[in-house]
């Protein structure tokens, strides 16, 4: 599976921003998948994951702000980010890993399958 971000950029504090992840190579359907994000000097921390039956995980730090869905037709999986923050800024990457096991996919090492990334910067 080849993975490609889209849609970061430059945001002020409290708007929105849309990210995609285009698939390639397999049936996206039968992958679940992820989002992550790594700002300077921190380690990758864990964003949102969407199963392959719809159903998704939040960071504590994101829950209500965050969306996750995808759009299996397009093989396309999406992050809504709303009320953004200055701490929100970070390079931000898909990943996809099997269906199974069935666990919602915190964990980095999880995945197999990467994106390059794409930054998303807030300012205040």
């Known amino acids: 599976v080849q993975l490609v971000e889209s849609g970061g950029g430059l945001a002020q504090a409290g708007g929105s921003l849309r990210l995609s992840c285009a698939a390639s190579g397999r049936t996206f359907s039968s992958y679940a998948a992820g989002w992550f994000r790594q700002a300077p000097g921190k380690e990758r921390e864990f964003v949102a994951s969407?199963?392959?039956?719809?159903?998704?995980f939040y960071a504590d730090s994101v829950k209500g702000r965050f969306t996750v869905s995808r759009d299996n037709a397009k093989n396309t999986v999406y992050l809504q980010m709303n009320s953004l923050k200055p701490e929100d800024t970070a390079v931000y990457y898909c990943?996809?890993?099997?269906?199974?096991?069935?666990?919602?996919?915190?964990?980095?090492?999880?995945?197999?399958?990467w994106g390059q990334g794409t930054q998303v910067t807030v300012s205040s």
């Open positions: 990943a996809a890993r099997p269906t199974f096991p069935l666990t919602p996919g915190r964990d980095y090492r999880e995945y197999g399958y």
């Open positions: 969407i199963m392959r039956s719809g159903s998704t």
